[in-house]
């Protein structure tokens, strides 16, 4: 059921006027790990096999091609409220053996969206139904013009840097990002806090409950002239007019969405050791800086849903589940997952010798190459037919354990130490192509995995670049289940209810206001 009628939205939208303060809400999601994961963005490459992997959240509805309202007849979400059919999506993160090579997909540990509804002399209103945006560049390698501090404000004459990695750790001697870094060998810090900056962090992430996090702004004001269709031009950042962000006249102001990805990194910190210039983590676009992180967003809301929750809804940390007389109330499936449309999911502790799509063509920092940033939809095309270089692998016959398996919403304590197997590599080539079933991840509090098993030497889960050494191997992982540790306010007040958890990623975004 759609509760959209032109008198009720004409009535909440009078109620978000003028907005002399923020509020917001955080979004959370339902189920173990996402809705699905493979090579499709239907916002950057429409109908055709992506770049690069990603996981995806929300509506049931989403595909290859996403078109029009098509998410509205989702028949399940991942979101916990019911009438939100959006489709929320990253690139996947993966472990890169120091040792051998070879990549291991790290397992998603939570994801949350927060919408903000800053202050502002502008009504703020639902995202239309279909329209699409983009925050972050997946071509770039290059340091932000920023250094390691975010950059929201559109007026200042510095290029805006809407995406950080924050990695809480227990002791910042020494540091996570070299002092006084140009970006160009490794990440810079955040001058103003010392647990985020721009690329991945030297050392392992050990904070409270905080492994390695993602976080991605998006911009809040939608050009109506622009179309849904057009990400490249439809969105910017409002512009500060005092205290207030307001939008150009004729755009339609729009919630201000915040994507924080954790990222279960702490299950491979016995197989790598920090020396302070490398780190082993790389995204799927390639990716062994972190700058090209990046998120995508394609709105199914109710209209009249998500008005009212723009318009009454503060619950802050809280959630916006724990909001009153949602329209449409909450969603009580936690199993909503759809195959993708490409292939197969690649499966936790699978170690494979190349990435999806990309295969071994690893890029930054000492790799292969360097990019300066450019657009996806050129490479899409040819991502099928383009020959890379691949590997084939011969396993070793010695018996070998590896990296662990996932444990998601969940802290790992523990595992046992191992190495991954040894591998002879020998080069070869073959075209791109398809791409990953989900093996199925645990919340229980101790795991056992299967025991290894010797992976033939063919494709990857549909892949011809990726071959695939061991299915699945033995560990042991000991959890515990944490709720997230509040942390001091860092530069801005914290909204109520928050529980001061919003300071830890406002950072230098709340700097520019």
Same mark, same amino acid.
């Given at each position: 059921m759609r509760f959209t009628t032109t008198a009720t939205l004409a009535s909440l939208a009078a109620l978000a006027s003028a907005k002399d303060s923020r509020t917001f809400a955080v979004l959370r999601f339902n189920g173990d790990g996402? =809705?699905?994961?493979?090579?499709?963005?239907?916002?950057?490459?429409?109908?055709?096999?992506?770049?690069h992997y990603h996981g995806i959240m929300g509506g049931s509805n989403f595909g290859a091609t996403v078109e029009g309202d098509q998410l509205m007849d989702s028949t399940c979400t991942t979101a916990k409220i019911k009438n939100d059919k959006s489709n929320y999506w990253i690139p996947s993160l993966f472990f890169q053996d120091p040792k051998n090579g070879t990549f291991q997909k790290v397992p998603l540990f939570y994801m949350n969206v927060y919408y903000f509804?800053?202050?502002?002399? $502008?009504? %703020?209103?639902?995202?239309?139904?279909?329209?699409?945006? =983009?925050?972050?560049d997946s071509k770039t390698r290059s340091p932000p013009a920023s250094g390691g501090a975010l950059n929201l404000d559109p007026d200042n004459?510095?290029? %805006?840097?809407?995406?950080?990695?924050?990695?809480?750790r227990s002791s910042y001697n020494p540091p996570s990002y070299p002092a006084n870094s140009d970006g160009t060998t490794a990440g810079m810090g955040d001058p103003n806090n010392k647990g985020a900056g721009a690329g991945f962090p030297l050392y392992p992430c050990d904070g409270y409950a905080s492994p390695l996090r993602q976080d991605i702004h998006f911009p809040?004001?939608?050009?109506?002239?622009?179309g849904l269709d057009d990400y490249k031009t439809n969105m910017k950042f409002p512009s500060n007019v005092g205290f207030k962000q307001n939008c150009p006249e004729g755009w339609i102001h729009t919630p201000h969405l915040f994507f924080e990805v954790y990222w279960n990194t702490p299950l491979f910190n016995d197989y790598w050791t920090p020396d302070g210039k490398t780190q082993p983590f790389v995204l799927s676009t390639g990716d062994a800086t972190g700058y090209s992180s990046h998120a995508d967003f394609i709105s199914g809301w109710d209209q009249n849903? =998500?008005?009212?929750?723009?318009?009454?809804? $503060?619950?802050?940390?809280?959630?916006?589940?724990?909001?009153?007389?949602i329209p449409g109330g909450l969603n009580d499936n936690n199993n909503c997952k759809i195959k993708p449309a490409f292939g197969d999911i690649l499966q936790n502790g699978q170690i494979v010798t190349g990435l999806p799509v990309v295969g071994d063509d690893i890029t930054g920092w000492g790799k292969v190459g360097s990019s300066s940033g450019s657009d996806d939809s050129s490479a899409a095309s040819s991502a099928q037919s383009t020959a890379q270089a691949s590997t084939t692998v011969k396993a070793s016959t010695t018996k070998a354990t590896s990296a662990p398996t996932s444990a998601t919403e969940t802290a790992v304590a523990s595992e046992t130490a191992a190495s991954s197997p040894a591998v002879e590599a020998e080069p070869s080539s073959s075209t791109p192509g398809g791409a990953f079933v989900e093996y199925p991840t645990s919340t229980a509090s101790a795991v056992d995995a299967p025991a290894p098993t010797k992976a033939p030497e063919s494709s990857a889960a549909g892949y011809p670049n990726v071959k695939t050494?061991? $299915?699945?191997?033995?560990?042991?992982?000991?959890?515990?289940?944490?709720?997230?540790?509040?942390?001091q306010a860092l530069h801005?007040?914290?909204?109520?209810?928050?529980?001061?958890?919003v300071a830890r990623h406002l950072g230098s975004f709340a700097a520019r206001r």
């Amino acid at each position: 059921m759609r509760f959209t009628t032109t008198a009720t939205l004409a009535s909440l939208a009078a109620l978000a006027s003028a907005k002399d303060s923020r509020t917001f809400a955080v979004l959370r999601f339902n189920g173990d790990g996402f =809705l699905t994961e493979g090579p499709m963005d239907p916002v950057v490459n429409p109908g055709a096999i992506s770049t690069h992997y990603h996981g995806i959240m929300g509506g049931s509805n989403f595909g290859a091609t996403v078109e029009g309202d098509q998410l509205m007849d989702s028949t399940c979400t991942t979101a916990k409220i019911k009438n939100d059919k959006s489709n929320y999506w990253i690139p996947s993160l993966f472990f890169q053996d120091p040792k051998n090579g070879t990549f291991q997909k790290v397992p998603l540990f939570y994801m949350n969206v927060y919408y903000f509804f800053e202050a502002t002399d $502008d009504t %703020i209103k639902p995202f239309p139904i279909g329209m699409k945006m =983009l925050s972050g560049d997946s071509k770039t390698r290059s340091p932000p013009a920023s250094g390691g501090a975010l950059n929201l404000d559109p007026d200042n004459g510095v290029a %805006i840097n809407p995406v950080q990695w924050t990695c809480p750790r227990s002791s910042y001697n020494p540091p996570s990002y070299p002092a006084n870094s140009d970006g160009t060998t490794a990440g810079m810090g955040d001058p103003n806090n010392k647990g985020a900056g721009a690329g991945f962090p030297l050392y392992p992430c050990d904070g409270y409950a905080s492994p390695l996090r993602q976080d991605i702004h998006f911009p809040s004001c939608y050009n109506p002239a622009a179309g849904l269709d057009d990400y490249k031009t439809n969105m910017k950042f409002p512009s500060n007019v005092g205290f207030k962000q307001n939008c150009p006249e004729g755009w339609i102001h729009t919630p201000h969405l915040f994507f924080e990805v954790y990222w279960n990194t702490p299950l491979f910190n016995d197989y790598w050791t920090p020396d302070g210039k490398t780190q082993p983590f790389v995204l799927s676009t390639g990716d062994a800086t972190g700058y090209s992180s990046h998120a995508d967003f394609i709105s199914g809301w109710d209209q009249n849903t =998500l008005q009212t929750i723009i318009n009454t809804c $503060d619950a802050g940390d809280s959630g916006m589940d724990q909001c009153p007389q949602i329209p449409g109330g909450l969603n009580d499936n936690n199993n909503c997952k759809i195959k993708p449309a490409f292939g197969d999911i690649l499966q936790n502790g699978q170690i494979v010798t190349g990435l999806p799509v990309v295969g071994d063509d690893i890029t930054g920092w000492g790799k292969v190459g360097s990019s300066s940033g450019s657009d996806d939809s050129s490479a899409a095309s040819s991502a099928q037919s383009t020959a890379q270089a691949s590997t084939t692998v011969k396993a070793s016959t010695t018996k070998a354990t590896s990296a662990p398996t996932s444990a998601t919403e969940t802290a790992v304590a523990s595992e046992t130490a191992a190495s991954s197997p040894a591998v002879e590599a020998e080069p070869s080539s073959s075209t791109p192509g398809g791409a990953f079933v989900e093996y199925p991840t645990s919340t229980a509090s101790a795991v056992d995995a299967p025991a290894p098993t010797k992976a033939p030497e063919s494709s990857a889960a549909g892949y011809p670049n990726v071959k695939t050494i061991w $299915d699945i191997v033995t560990v042991t992982v000991t959890t515990t289940v944490v709720e997230p540790e509040p942390t001091q306010a860092l530069h801005r007040r914290v909204p109520n209810h928050s529980h001061g958890h919003v300071a830890r990623h406002l950072g230098s975004f709340a700097a520019r206001r």
